[in-house]
Nanobody, 119 residues
């Protein structure tokens, strides 16, 4: 089972980007899906998460600008990022809580996608 993230890039301040992260492989279901980001300081910070039923939570710094959503049929989570600021520059990572064969639960990480916001 793996997560494939995409959608990063270079954008000017005030612009928008949409990240995607798709789970593939053999598993029973995907529970919560989460976005993190790791900025120049090196710390990986939680950004937002979404439950299978669509309940969302956000870090204060992105609330109102970012929207997390998911397509359960595609096992994909999205992060729509609007009104981007230079301080949003980071490598964005997704992770997912997987229920695998035999109902074993584990968490997997995507490979990260770089978002650069220029001022």
């Amino acid at each position: 089972v793996q997560l494939q993230a995409s959608g990063g890039g270079l954008v000017q301040a005030g612009g928008s980007l949409r990240l995607s992260c798709a789970a593939s492989g053999t598993f029973v279901t995907v529970n919560s899906m989460t976005w993190y980001r790791q900025g120049p300081g090196g710390r990986r910070d939680w950004v937002a998460d979404i439950t299978p039923r669509g309940i969302t939570t956000y870090v204060d710094s992105v609330r109102g600008r970012f929207t997390i959503s998911r397509d359960n049929a595609k096992n994909t989570v999205y992060l729509q990022m609007n009104s981007l600021k230079p301080e949003d520059t980071a490598v964005y990572y997704c992770n997912a809580d997987i229920v695998g064969i035999g109902h074993k639960a584990y968490t997997i990480w995507g490979q990260g996608t770089l978002v650069t916001v220029s001022s």
